[in-house]
């Protein structure tokens, strides 16, 4: 089974796929039912998997679950801003939809092995199979599929792993399928770009307002929405001006209140963490660690709850991923708390 | 070539033979467009003419009143919009109407009926929804459910609408009933009946609105103002010449047709009961009924079972079958239907559609009791 967002990374994995000869059949996932501008879930999309299914002349299905995406990832999604954090919706779908809801319906309809289009590699190792990062290290999606387990990994197929994107896009337009100059995906697929997430957020929750204080507790502005400040922003905190430049380096959510700092401020020496899960055995010592999906790697150690940096490291929103690797392999993941 | 278990016919059934003959003749006969004024145009014409002649009365309808579309949702709008166009009002209709009647009607902020739990709308709720409303200028309540077969007693429902909302005009959504009751007496109360050619084996794309003369109603196509005025656009002749056809076939065989697959029906739901007890609930169907419920229609709810991946199992088997209707994308949608039922978004989930037509079998309930009831048991026991 070959997941085909109706992008073209899925069609090429599903065109790779079949000519190494396996028996292929592509399924695309519809998750969300609103409005889409951005994303994968879009009619559009799921005639652009059909017709590439077509082309390869393989079969093609399409499962609703939006049930499950609207309770595994839209719920989160926004209680997550209700709270103050700043979450990423697509770990959570890689996390609940694809690699948890689609591998379970791949089991009972007898598929033991299920491809993605995703820029990554199953890398065997002794201890089991790892995640490593992909060829294209500009298009390398580790990150955001850090939470794979071993037992997931072991039914994993991941046919670009070793390609660049310029090399997908080649192979596509050699076989003339029609999503081969097909935009990439960006932003969250149920946020359009026309209404944006506070309307998203707006229509499901009371967006609250918020002051802005110095850390000795000076308020110096105010923000409208508490829900959508997140650490580092410099814009939109009502602020006089004429001082240096503040970033906001904390937001209390419930108590409406953001913090903000020197661009020193930013600057920690520890992230706490929950819900860190080690693929396979626990690591000691320094590790890389990344924490957004294309960020930068710095050095670290993990303990229980949190992450000591070996040096100062920006503050990370709480809600994002912080991944680790050895020798670009992922090793754990956890999400950054406040 | 893999062998075919089609159980899908309630939602598209194969071209009758009959069918394709007209259709394939009509078009090699008939090259002129129907409007025009010369002999080729008035030989058209006349084929046109004839095919409305044939429909209105196999359903027991003055010719005048029909007004060919393409197909059950154009004349199910052309219904509702037309009627609330003309004369403004509130439009009502049952909680358990396809998309082509719930979506106009809610579209314009209209009421709905809840459905009772044999599928249909009881005389009790429509009286008490209408009481509530005023200025009710269109009711509308589907012939025979799409999903689950339920037919609704429309004479009763009529005596209520004329009682408590005198003025309202009567529609019926009829696409899937033509095959399974006596429509001309069954809808001889409704001012609008909604009928397709594509259900009873004649193309896909033909269709038509029974009007009652009189009956004052916006067109929704506009243009050359053919059929008198209430959809524009150059009439399909070899399409009328085919659904024509169709409507004959089936109602000439109606009966037997009914009988027969009646006993098919009964047979796979007895079927699966017996091969899977207490999995399988029939939703509405009751041995031996085909006056409450379409001759055609299987619909059962089998508990435990997700019909995405049942549906996807035996269409690798060859069955071909639906679960609730198909959005646009091809997944499967929550049925809005067994919602009206008051049926648990859980339980729904469960649902599987199998639906008989003009070409089913003995042998297609045979090789169906031999593939469902293993994909249910393997679903159950992964």
Redesign the interface.
């Known amino acids: 089974m070959v997941m085909m967002s109706g992008g073209v990374d899925s069609s090429v994995a599903a065109a790779l796929l079949q000519q190494a000869g396996h028996a292929v059949v592509g399924v695309?996932m519809?998750l969300w039912g609103g409005p889409s501008d951005t994303g994968c879930c879009a009619?559009s999309d799921?005639d652009d998997a059909?017709r590439v299914a077509d082309r390869l002349g393989i079969e093609h299905?399409?499962?609703?679950f939006?049930?499950d995406f609207e309770r595994d990832v839209v719920a989160p999604y926004v209680a997550d801003h209700a709270a103050g954090l700043t979450p990423n919706p697509c770990i959570e779908c890689n996390r609940h939809l694809k690699f948890d809801r689609l591998f379970r319906?791949a089991?009972?309809?007898g598929f033991g092995t299920v491809a993605t289009g995703h820029h990554a590699r199953v890398v065997s190792t002794r201890d089991g199979p790892r995640l490593g990062r992909g060829a294209d290290a500009a298009k390398d999606q580790s990150y955001v599929l850090h939470m794979l387990d071993q037992t997931v990994l072991s039914r994993l197929i991941l046919p670009l792993g070793d390609l660049t994107k310029a090399d997908v896009r080649r192979i596509a337009a050699d076989l003339d399928l029609r999503t081969a100059h097909k935009p990439e995906s960006q932003d969250v697929c149920f946020i359009t770009n026309e209404h944006g997430r506070r309307a998203f957020l707006g229509d499901r929750i009371p967006l609250k307002s918020a002051r802005v204080v110095e850390q000795d507790g000076t308020e110096v502005g105010s923000v409208e929405s508490v829900e959508l400040v997140t650490i580092g922003q410099r814009k939109g905190l009502g602020l006089a001006g004429g001082t240096d430049p503040r970033y906001v380096i904390d937001v209390d959510a419930p108590a409406g209140t953001v913090t903000v700092g020197e661009k020193a401020d930013l600057v920690t020496s520890s992230t706490p963490l929950a819900n860190w899960d080690w693929t396979g055995a626990a690591f000691d010592g320094e590790l890389d660690l990344q924490c957004s999906a294309h960020g930068t790697v710095e050095r670290g150690t993990v303990r229980s709850g949190g992450v000591d940096w070996s040096s100062p490291h920006r503050r990370i929103a709480p809600g994002q991923s912080v991944v680790a690797y050895v020798d670009g392999l992922v090793v754990g993941g956890g999400i950054a708390t406040r | 070539m893999e062998r075919e278990i089609y159980l899908d016919h309630a939602a598209s059934t194969p071209v009758r033979i009959e069918a394709r003959d007209e259709w394939m003749a009509a078009a090699e006969a008939h090259h002129a467009n129907p409007t025009g004024a010369h002999k080729a145009a008035r030989h058209a014409r006349r084929a046109l003419d004839d095919a409305r002649d044939a429909i209105a009365a196999a359903l027991g309808r003055p010719p005048a009143e029909v007004v060919f579309t393409s197909g059950g949702s154009e004349a199910d709008n052309l219904a509702i919009r037309g009627v609330l166009g003309a004369r403004g009002g509130v439009a009502v209709c049952s909680a358990g109407e396809h998309h082509a009647v719930l979506e106009p009607v809610e579209h314009a902020g209209g009421a709905t009926v809840a459905l009772d739990r044999t599928g249909r709308v009881a005389p009790d709720e429509l009286r008490r929804v209408l009481s509530d409303l005023d200025h009710v200028s269109v009711v509308s309540l589907i012939a025979v459910n799409n999903e689950t077969g339920a037919i609704n007693d429309l004479p009763a429902l009529a005596a209520v609408v004329r009682e408590t909302a005198p003025d309202a005009l009567l529609h019926t959504d009829a696409v899937q009933a033509v095959s399974w009751v006596d429509l001309g007496s069954l809808a001889a109360d409704f001012d609008l009946v909604s009928i397709t050619g594509h259900k009873l084996g004649g193309p896909i794309g033909t269709g038509a609105l029974f009007v009652r003369e009189g009956t004052v109603l916006d067109a929704q196509i506009l243009g050359g103002g053919q059929e008198r005025g209430r959809r524009a656009g150059t009439p399909d002749v070899a399409g009328a010449a085919a659904f024509a056809a169709a409507v004959e076939i089936t109602v000439r065989y109606r009966d037997e047709e009914i009988a027969r697959l009646g006993v098919l029906r009964d047979r796979l739901v007895a079927g699966l009961v017996e091969r899977l007890g207490d999995i399988v609930q029939p939703t509405v169907a009751t041995p031996g009924d085909v006056t409450n419920v379409a001759a055609s229609i299987a619909h059962v709810m089998l508990r435990g079972v997700?019909a995405?991946?049942l549906l996807?199992?035996l269409d690798s088997e060859g069955l071909r079958a639906s679960a609730a209707s198909s959005?646009?994308?091809?997944?499967?949608?929550?049925s809005p239907v067994l919602a009206a039922m008051g049926i648990d978004?859980e339980v729904a989930e469960g649902s599987l559609r199998l639906s008989l037509g003009h070409t089913s079998t003995e042998a297609d309930i045979d090789a169906a009791l031999e593939i469902i009831p293993p994909a249910v048991e393997?679903?159950l026991h992964?």
């Open positions: 695309t519809k009619v799921v059909r299905h399409v499962f609703n939006g049930d319906r089991d009972v309809l | 997700e995405e991946a996807f199992l959005c646009s994308s091809g997944a499967q949608d929550p978004r393997r679903l992964h």
